[in-house]
């Protein structure tokens, strides 16, 4: 079982920067896929990024590729993103998730993850 916790995010003006983080509790983080998503009113969710058990393999959807960053620390049960050059469309609501994996394997889709945070607030504003 992984419970993940997220944090950091906040009201930013555009062009500024945000670092979220994510904490899972549970002794199989190491072996989980991350990802991050987002959610705007009225929209579905979105893919942002994902990073293998090692560390190793990233993905990135095109819309914030060159702007936001994965990484993972797996000795502290933590996944961050970095984001940065934030525009008023990257206003969501951002999640964390996680899911048992094997080898270098990077998933893409949210029906793809068991296990999710509750989210956290990103305003950009113009």
């Known amino acids: 079982q992984v419970q993940p916790v997220e944090s950091g995010g906040g009201l930013v003006q555009a062009g500024g920067s945000l670092r979220l983080s994510c904490v899972a509790s549970g002794r199989t983080f190491s072996n989980c896929a991350l990802a991050w998503f987002r959610q705007a009113p009225g929209k579905e969710r979105e893919f942002l990024a994902t990073i293998s058990r090692s560390g190793l393999t990233t993905y990135y959807s095109d819309s914030v590729k060159g702007r936001f960053t994965i990484s993972r620390d797996n000795a502290e049960n933590t996944v961050h993103l970095q984001m940065n050059s934030l525009k008023p469309e990257d206003t969501a609501v951002y999640y964390c998730?996680?899911?048992?994996?094997?080898?270098?394997?990077?998933?893409?889709?949210?029906?793809?993850?068991?296990?999710w945070g509750q989210g956290t607030q990103v305003t950009v504003s113009s």
């Open positions: 998730a996680a899911r048992l994996s094997s080898g270098g394997s990077i998933y893409f889709q949210s029906r793809e993850y068991a296990y």
